[in-house]
């Protein structure tokens, strides 16, 4: 079992609707969890992220975390061509390595 | 953020051949890692730079395929070497610190015919 599982999608979604991301990971003992965006071209830039369960609200994105169901989520409120993206979530690793640990990436179109 | 200039930014190379990548940081930063992500893949960490100490590989990974040198806090190469086709991927160069947390270069797109 991979320890951070994700949808690659790709995902196709009209302008102005709600979109939702996910993955789920495998080690109870992950603490931070991170949302990255990557344009084509480009490296991926650290979206938003969490520490432990509830929610996060940035503007038209929100992360949720599960811990219990060992669950992660981005939701895109609004979303526009300009959100059209691959979407990673990431897991730190092993305390003080700096390493983080990546779900496959979901590919997200938005057409206007 | 951290600053992170990446060179080159993409390349195509002939089999057999190695390629060098640069990463440069604008401050001096303490971990220093390099990623791969192959066409349609996630990114995958290579190994950990280690300043003045010879790099942590990931399973999977060898110092004879992927040597890296950190000479200093804020600079790092990785060479592929030896090169095929299953070499061409995306290699990022990754920093991680307490005022920026995990930032990424914009990444060496590589090419292997």
């Known amino acids: 079992q991979k320890e951070v599982e994700q949808d690659p999608g790709p995902l196709s979604v009209p302008e102005g609707a709600i979109v939702s991301l996910n993955c789920t990971y495998s080690n109870s003992a992950f603490q931070y969890f991170m949302w990255y965006r990557q344009y084509s071209r480009k490296g991926p830039e650290l979206l938003m992220y969490t520490y432990s369960s509830g929610n996060k609200e940035d503007g038209r994105f929100t992360a949720q975390v599960d811990k219990s169901s060992k669950y992660i989520s981005l939701f895109i409120r609004d979303s526009q061509p300009s959100d059209s993206a691959t979407y990673l979530c990431?897991?730190?690793?092993?305390?003080?390595?700096?390493?983080?640990?990546f779900g496959q990436g979901t590919t997200l179109q938005v057409k206007p | 953020s951290a600053v992170i200039s990446q060179k080159p930014s993409r390349d195509i190379c002939q089999r057999g051949t190695s390629l060098t990548i640069q990463c440069q940081v604008d401050?001096?930063?303490?971990?220093m890692f390099w990623y791969r992500q192959q066409p349609g893949q996630s990114l995958t960490l290579i190994a950990t730079a280690n300043q003045g100490s010879e790099a942590t590989y990931e399973s999977g990974f060898v110092i004879d395929k992927f040597p890296i040198s950190r000479p200093n806090l804020t600079f790092s190469t990785l060479t592929v070497s030896n090169m095929s086709p299953e070499d061409s991927s995306i290699y990022l160069c990754s920093v991680v610190g307490e005022r920026y947390g995990y930032t990424f270069g914009s990444g060496t797109r590589l090419t292997v015919v």
């Open positions: 401050s001096q930063v303490t971990m």
């Open positions: 990431a897991i730190p690793g092993s305390s003080n390595t700096g390493k983080l640990i």
